[in-house]
C-alpha cells in the first residue's frame, strides 16, 4: 500500500470521509476530480438539487456569460475541450448548465454529491482532529479536511421594504430563480435593481412584458456585449486554439482575455483616445473596462474622460434625454464598479412598454398585496423581480456556523472583515480551505477556481507525503499577506465607492461601511504568493 493509500485508511478509520467539501458548483466539483485523484474518500454536500451552482441558481431570463465561453470552460480536461461545443460567444445559463452536467456525468460525480444537503454548521474538533458538519436535516459528518466551494456570490439578498410578504402575485430573486420558466407575456412586471443581474433580466423581460417597470436607485456604467453565435468552423477553429487562450488568460490582470492597454489616458492626443475609445465599444466583451487605458481606475482626470464617452453614448442611444440622464451615473465613475455588459438594454427605454422610475429620488416604502408604493405613487404588478443582489466574499461563509480552534465562531473572527492566508487558509481553523475565499484572485471566475483547487491539491498531497494530518496558517503570515492585499487596494478609485466590491450591502446589517473586501491585484501577482509559499515548503504553515 502506497504511503498515500495508507494515510487515507487511516484517516477513513476515525472519520466518515478523508475530505468533506461544502457546495456542488464549480469549485466543488473540480475539487472532487482532485480528492479522488489524491486517494481520498470525499463528501460533496449541496443545497440544490444539481450541479453547477451560480450557473444552477441563476437561471433568471437573459442569464449568461460575460466572460468569453471559451475562457471560460474547465482547461484541465483535452478531450472534453476536444469533444464540447460552445454555441455563443457568451453562452446563456441553459448552455452552462448542461455543460457543467456533462462534467459531472463524466467523471461520475454525483455518487460522492449528496443533494438538497444545506450546511448548517462546520466545527473544528481539535482533540480528534477532525471537523463535524452538520446539516439542516441535523445529521452530522466528519471528515480531516474541510473545503469550502461556496461561492463568492452565493448568497442572495432581499430588501427589507414594509409588506413583501404581502404581495399576492410570483415575486423572485434573480438568484434563486424556479427551475419552470416564468411567463412574463401580457403581464405587469417591476425590477427592481440594475446591477448585472437586473440588466440582463431587463432586456429580457422588455421583450414580453405589457408593462416593465424598473426600479433603479443607483445607475450602474454598462458597455455593449456583442454576442454573437459561433458557427460549427469558428468552434472548430477556437479549439485549435484553446491552449494559447488559456495561456493568455493565465497572463492577464484579471484572467480575461483583455489585458490593460500600456499607455496612460493622456499619453495619446484626444483623436487617437477618442478612436482607441469607440474601437473597444464595438469589441465583445470587458475589454472596455479591463482593456481600457492602464490609468483609467486610478486617475481622476482619466476616468472622467471615459465616463463622458460612455455617457455620450448612452445619451445617444436612449431617446429620451431625461431618461439618459437617469441611466448615467452620477456618483462613480466608468469602472469604479462592476461593469455590466448589455444588449440593447439602454434602447429597452425607448420602447412604449418599458419605464423607468428613480428609486433615489423616489424610494419604494412598502410592498402591497397588489404591487407597491414609492414616496411619489402606487403601482400595480403581477409580477415582481428582485434583482438586488448579494452578500458578497463572506456572506456565504457567515450564514454557516464555522468554528475554529477553542470553538472561536468565523464570523465573529471577521468581525471587522475578513482575513486570510492566500484567501485560502485562515489561522485558528486548522485544515480549513477556502475556495474562491475573500481576498483569492476572482476575475475571470474558473481560471481562479483551477487555480486555486490546484494549490489546495499540491498542498495536501505534500501533506500526504510527509505524513502531516494537520495544516493551519501561522499568523505573522497572514497579517504579512493582509498587509499585501491593503497595500493593492491604495489608489483605485473603485474604493471610494459603495458596491459589493467593497464590502456594501445595504440590505445587511453592519455592511454599511467600505472595506478592502476582496483583493485587487492581479492574479499573476496572487499566483506568485501562493506559489513561492509552496516553494518554500509550506513554511507559512503549521504543519503536523
Ligand atoms: O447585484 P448588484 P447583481 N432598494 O449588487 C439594488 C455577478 N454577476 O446580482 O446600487 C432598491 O450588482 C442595488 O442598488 P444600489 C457580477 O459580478 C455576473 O446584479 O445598491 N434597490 C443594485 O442596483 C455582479 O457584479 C453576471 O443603489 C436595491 C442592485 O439592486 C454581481 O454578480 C451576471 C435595494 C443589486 O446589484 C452582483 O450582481 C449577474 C433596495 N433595498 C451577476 N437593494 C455575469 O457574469 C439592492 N438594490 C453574466
Known sequence: MSASAALATKVAATTDFDAIVIGAGMSGMYQLIRLRELGMKARVFEAGTGVGGTWYWNRYPGCRFDSESYSYGFSFDQDLLAEWSWTEHFAPQPETERYLNRVADKYDLRRDIQFSARVKAAHWNDAAGHWAVTLEDGSRHTARFLITAIGALSAPTMPTIPGMASFKGPAFHTGLW????????GKRVAVIGTGASGVQTIQEVAKTAAQLTVFQRTPNWCAPLHNAKIPAEEMAEIRTRYAEIFQRCQETASCFLHTAHPQNT??????????????????????????????????????????????????SRVKDQKVAELLIPKNHGFGTRRVPLETKYYECYNQPNVTLVDSKATPITEITPTGLKT?????????????????????AFDRIDFRGKDGVALKDKWQNGATSLVGMLQDGFPNMFMLLGPHTALGNIPRSIEFNVDWVTGLLRHMQAHGQQVAEAKPEATAKWMEHVMDCAAGLLSMEVDSWMTGVNSNVAGKQTRIVARYTGTAPVYRSWCDELAAQGYNDLVLA
Open 375 to 395: 414616496s411619489a405613487a402606487e403601482y400595480e404588478f403581477d409580477i415582481i423581480v428582485y434583482a438586488t443582489g448579494f452578500d458578497a466574499l463572506r456572506g
Open 266 to 315: 493622456f499619453d495619446v492626443s484626444a483623436e487617437e483616445r477618442n478612436a482607441f475609445l469607440e474601437k473597444l465599444y464595438t469589441e465583445r466583451g470587458f475589454g472596455i473596462w479591463v482593456g481600457n487605458y492602464q490609468d483609467m481606475l486610478t486617475n481622476r482626470e482619466a476616468n472622467a474622460v471615459i465616463s463622458e464617452f460612455v455617457a455620450n453614448k448612452i445619451r
Open 178 to 185: 424556479p427551475k419552470q420558466p416564468v411567463d412574463f407575456a
